[in-house]
């Protein structure tokens, strides 16, 4: 248990690096809280400051989640033998997500999840992370829209390993079945205030409205 905490607790501060936060207090001496959406994400960083910091940003974010969820779950070897290795992976990685949304060194303040999501899904299920990217980019695509984008690619996300589990009968674990629940639900709720937006009809569109606070 001691060991599994430890694992939790590392994984959670590497998911509070606030990339974003420190991206644009270096290139432009500002908050990126106090610009464009207010969002601490990649994607209010591409909007403020460009496509190269915010890929940048978008890019370190998901590393954040891979990093947790492949390397520091590997603590779990100097303690007691694990019941589930997968378990421990998507604690790991559940860590570094609630680190990036909630961080510890900007006031609990931080992006969404969807980038440190995509990375823990990158070391856990590469298949899966494939359908829900398809799935992002048509949706995008369609809507112009990243926070409709990244909703669907959550919900995108239980369906897909539904599929792969009773459709294809691909080995899908347990635990990573129920966490893609779990997440799906989690990325919805931190895009509740788009989704008032999306009903209202004023959200924003992505390359348009680049100074607005709605995204």
């Not at 969807?114 to 980019?137: D, I, N, S, Y």
Request: with cysteine; charged share 10%.
């Amino acid at each position: 248990m001691l060991t599994l905490l430890v694992i939790i607790a590392v994984s959670y501060i590497i998911g509070s690096f606030p990339t974003s936060i420190i991206v644009g207090k270096v290139l432009k001496g500002i908050d990126i809280r106090e610009h464009g959406s207010g969002n601490a994400g990649g994607t209010n960083v591409f909007r403020v400051l460009g496509p190269g910091p915010g890929i940048f940003v978008m890019a370190f974010d998901a590393f954040k989640g891979f990093a947790a969820t492949f390397w520091v779950s590997k603590i779990a070897v100097f303690g007691p033998p694990p019941v589930d290795v997968g378990l421990v992976m998507i604690f790991a990685g559940v860590g570094a997500i609630v680190g990036h949304i909630w961080t510890l060194f900007a006031s609990f303040r931080g992006g969404k999840g969807v980038g440190t999501a995509a990375g823990m899904l990158l070391a856990l299920f590469p298949k899966a992370l494939l359908v829900c990217l398809v799935v992002f980019f048509a949706v995008l695509f369609l809507s112009k829209t990243v926070s409709l984008s990244s909703m669907s690619a959550a919900v995108a996300l239980p369906i897909t390993l539904s599929l792969f589990k009773f459709i294809f009968d691909m080995p899908v674990q347990n635990s990573l079945y129920v966490f893609s629940f779990i997440a799906a639900v989690l990325i919805i709720f931190t895009h509740r205030s788009n989704i008032k937006r999306l009903l209202n009809g004023t959200e924003n569109k992505f390359g348009k409205n680049k100074k607005s606070r709605t995204a």
